[in-house]
């Protein structure tokens, strides 16, 4: 990350945070710069067309199998190994692209695989899973109460979650984005049905979306936090180490507007970096992003205490920055990863956790 800056601080224009489909919402560097609605849409558009060349595919290898099949009945002997060439490179080829094509199509039901044995070796202490089992009792019981006050409505969310849950334990083999792809459709399957079938009004479908996330992902939480099958565990060493090697700069480098001489700006600095450190232990993505937002409230509270106004976006970054430094939060990468594959999506495009969040994407960036 480059640190140098202008004597107003560290500068980000506010169109930056934006999706770059501008539609108002925020974007996210995950997403390739769009926000979760256009990036679904941007998705869904090359699936689609990946699944109907894939499909195109295999039609074109059927026909030329049967087309070197009645050539190999009508030919001299010779032409049979040339056949049994062909059938085995087209076989190979066949098998190797319509795999895409079977993976959309259907779920996977494999058991025993050796990723799920590593799992297992990994497995945390009795201690650990026993906490784990009395977290997710609590939530199961606080999602069921919760529910009841909906009545038929409640009925209908809760069949639709476990069957939800039921379907991921046999896509745990699918790739993290496939099933992050999963979840977001739940969500936005769950919440149109509300809308449009259940005449919800929309204050309380969010209500009622935040406890299907805090009850779906304390399940799930143990299998798609930091999966081995990508990088994160990697870059969150990268990021720390990189954190390390800056421990020589100074507030004053960064152009930080806050003065922790005055003990009620320094006691808002160490809320600020306890919040953001308790991130890594919560299982739930809307808590995470609660963790983000109240360590962004207090850098604003700083700042306002130290110039006594209203800090602005100029001011908040730079004070993010010097934040995150001092804190070194555990499993960065990992927690934003998270945060951006399974919670609500309508909470990162808007909204003040959509904002913090965004800056926060954009600083973690900076550290690759």
Not at 57 to 79: I, V, Y
Not at 122 to 133: E, G, H, L
Not at 231 to 258: F, G, N, S, Y
Not at 267 to 272: L, P, R, W
Request: charged share 30%.
């Amino acid at each position: 990350m480059s640190l140098k800056s202008e004597r107003r601080g560290i500068h980000v224009d506010q169109s930056e945070l934006l999706c770059k489909k501008g539609c108002g919402y925020y974007g996210n560097p995950a997403w390739q710069g769009f926000c979760s609605k256009c990036w679904r849409e941007e998705y869904h558009k090359a699936r689609q067309k990946q699944i109907q060349e894939d499909w195109e595919l295999a039609e074109r290898l059927q026909r030329e199998e049967e087309e070197a099949f009645a050539s190999s009945q009508s030919g001299p002997g010779a032409q049979s190994l040339t056949f049994s060439k062909f059938e085995e490179k087209k076989t190979n080829e066949k098998t190797r692209k319509v795999t895409t094509v079977k993976k959309f199509f259907s779920a996977s039901s494999r058991v025993g695989s050796k990723k799920a044995e590593i799992q297992e070796a990994k497995a945390p202490s009795p201690s650990i899973n026993r906490q784990a089992s009395i977290e997710t009792d609590r939530v199961s019981k606080e999602f069921i109460e919760f529910l009841k006050t909906f009545h038929k409505t409640g009925q209908e969310i809760y069949k639709q979650t476990k069957m939800f849950l039921e379907t991921m334990h046999y896509k745990r083999d699918l790739s993290i984005e496939e099933q992050s792809e999963c979840t977001q459709d739940f969500y936005q399957n769950v919440a149109e049905r509300m809308q449009t079938r259940g005449k919800v009004p929309s204050e309380r479908v969010e209500k009622i979306m935040d406890q299907i996330e805090k009850y779906i992902m304390t399940r799930l939480y143990k299998y798609v936090f930091c999966p081995e099958t990508t990088d994160d565990e990697k870059k969150d060493l990268a990021i720390q180490k990189r954190i390390r090697a800056l421990h020589w700069v100074t507030p004053q480098m960064l152009c930080v507007p806050v003065n922790e001489e005055i003990s009620e700006v320094s006691d808002m600095v160490v809320k600020a970096i306890t919040d953001i450190i308790e991130m890594d232990s919560k299982r739930v993505p809307r808590d995470k992003l609660a963790c983000i937002t109240k360590c962004s409230k207090h850098i604003f509270n700083a700042i306002k205490i130290t110039k006594n106004e209203p800090a602005s976006a100029d001011d908040f970054l730079p004070t993010l920055i010097y934040i995150v430094l001092k804190g070194n939060p555990p499993r960065l990468q990992s927690n934003i990863q998270y945060i951006t594959r399974f919670c609500n999506p309508s909470r990162l495009m808007a909204g003040e956790d959509g904002y913090y969040f965004t800056n926060l994407v954009m600083l973690c960036c900076g550290f690759h």
